[in-house]
């Protein structure tokens, strides 16, 4: 089978991204960003998922990493949508939970065409280390926009901010996974209107 890829490169005046995906892969990763706490997240969302990403991002975080964190957000969507290419054969579905420690977290993903974003977390802390945890919410939303895919991600407890972070990245990588991943009894797409 060939394997889904894609390659994306964004530059403004507020960051220089270059991103590529293979949702076909086998976990590796080169992560280079100016956010070390999103090298860690997308580290493990890799991993988790088994998909193999390059990310190589420099941007204005002597302002804020709110830029660079977006913009990322935006290039993985990207890829994703572009890797996935007619989707013919997908499950299409998935809803992962994924416990860290004390956290609890769900991400259900429809790949749908229809881009939708419900966060339902309570982060105990504002920050983990330099990173704004309000920064996952818009991460999170750019990759569902822009990859066009219905996401809810649920924290249902958890005492620890970077636990139900890792939390939640774990799960989005395994339900991208499980919706991406071919199921050889469907034909097409699997919607009845024929496209998704």
């Not at 293979?22 to 956010?35: A, H, K, R, W, Y």
């Not at 991400?107 to 945890?133: C, L, Q």
Request: glycine fraction near 6%; proline fraction near 3%.
């Amino acid at each position: 089978m060939e394997q889904r890829s894609a390659s994306v490169a964004r530059k403004t005046n507020e960051t220089d991204i270059q991103l590529s995906l293979n949702l076909d892969g086998s976990g590796q990763t080169d992560i280079e960003t100016d956010v070390p706490f999103l090298n860690h997240m997308l580290d493990l969302f890799t991993k988790h998922g088994q998909f193999d990403l390059k990310v190589h991002a420099t941007g204005d975080v002597d302002i804020d990493d709110h830029h660079t964190v977006e913009d990322i957000g935006i290039c993985l969507g990207q890829t994703v949508r572009e890797a996935l290419g007619d989707k013919k054969g997908i499950k299409r579905y998935a809803s992962v939970f994924v416990p860290m420690d004390e956290a609890l977290a769900q991400v259900i993903i429809d790949i749908s065409n229809r881009p939708h974003f419900e966060h339902r977390a309570v982060y105990p802390a504002a920050t983990v280390g330099s990173f704004t945890t309000e920064l996952v919410h818009e991460f999170l939303w750019k990759f569902a926009l822009e990859a066009r895919i219905t996401l809810h991600v649920i924290v249902h407890y958890g005492q620890n901010t970077h636990h139900m972070i890792e939390a939640v990245f774990k799960a989005l990588a395994r339900a991208l996974d499980e919706a991406t991943s071919i199921d050889p009894r469907v034909q097409g797409v699997p919607s009845t209107k024929g496209v998704l």
